[in-house]
């Protein structure tokens, strides 16, 4: 079964403490996103994938750094959290299947994170 | 720059009524691609159906169906016979062809299913 996976699924931080939040597939994607959801403003990405050593940013990329080194992962880092990053987080793996539903993108079960 | 706008905060319907959430773009792209997701309150977003921008007939998917109207960019969702297990948040979203990989979300539409 194509998986997704985030850990941790919850976290509660405080200012200034770096953490990584992890992003694992199993279906040997090439594309790879990070999400935030914020009330009231849907989906915003933060970076994206195109494949191993290939990254770049998304809408919303300032506070984030992510990385690339094996295609099934894909860790966001905040090295210096806010409380303005307190958020919804997902990753997300693009489905290479024919079309027409090229470029699906389909969702981890999102990380809750709260910066304090 | 691509927009999505929903503009129904919250629907209601009775179960097994039919329902369209409504959702218009803006694009200047020739090729896009129109999403529909639906996020119940444990979180997780779950892939509903898809409509490509040169895609002849609407997309369907069991109950779920999508009203493509190209001349006036919108691409609402209908749920035929509803169940209470519908409700959740939904999204509509759009991506470019080639757009980097990035979905453009509009803010959802919280539906609610009453017996």
């Known amino acids: 079964e194509a998986q997704v996976t985030q850990n941790p699924r919850y976290l509660i931080t405080v200012t200034g403490k770096k953490l990584t939040v992890t992003c694992s597939q199993n279906m040997n994607h090439e594309y790879m996103s990070w999400y935030r959801q914020d009330p009231g403003l849907g989906l915003r990405q933060i970076y994206y994938s195109m494949n191993v050593e290939v990254t770049d940013k998304g809408d919303v990329p300032e506070g984030y750094k992510v990385s690339r080194k094996e295609k099934r992962n894909f860790p966001l880092i905040l090295e210096s959290p806010s409380p303005n990053q307190t958020s919804l987080y997902f990753c997300a793996r693009t489905s290479e299947t024919s079309v027409p539903k090229a470029d699906t993108q389909y969702f981890g079960p999102g990380t809750r994170l709260t910066v304090l | ?115």
Not at chain 2, 56 to 63: D, K, S, W
Not at chain 2, 69 to 93: E, H, P, T, W
Not at chain 2, 104 to 113: A, E, I, N, P
């Open chain 2, 1 to 115: 720059a691509q927009k999505i706008t929903q503009t129904q905060p919250g629907m209601f319907v009775q179960e097994k009524e039919a329902v369209t959430l409504d959702c218009t773009y803006d694009t200047s792209d020739p090729s896009y691609g129109l999403f529909w997701y639906k996020q119940p309150s444990s979180g997780e977003m779950i892939f509903l159906i898809y409509q490509g921008s040169y895609d002849q007939q609407n997309a369907t998917e069991g109950r779920y169906s999508l009203n493509f109207q190209k001349a006036r960019k919108s691409a609402n969702l209908v749920i035929s016979a509803s169940q209470l297990g519908d409700s959740a948040m939904y999204f509509c979203a759009m991506k470019r062809a080639g757009g980097g990989n990035k979905l453009t979300f509009g803010t959802g539409t919280q539906l609610k299913v009453e017996l």
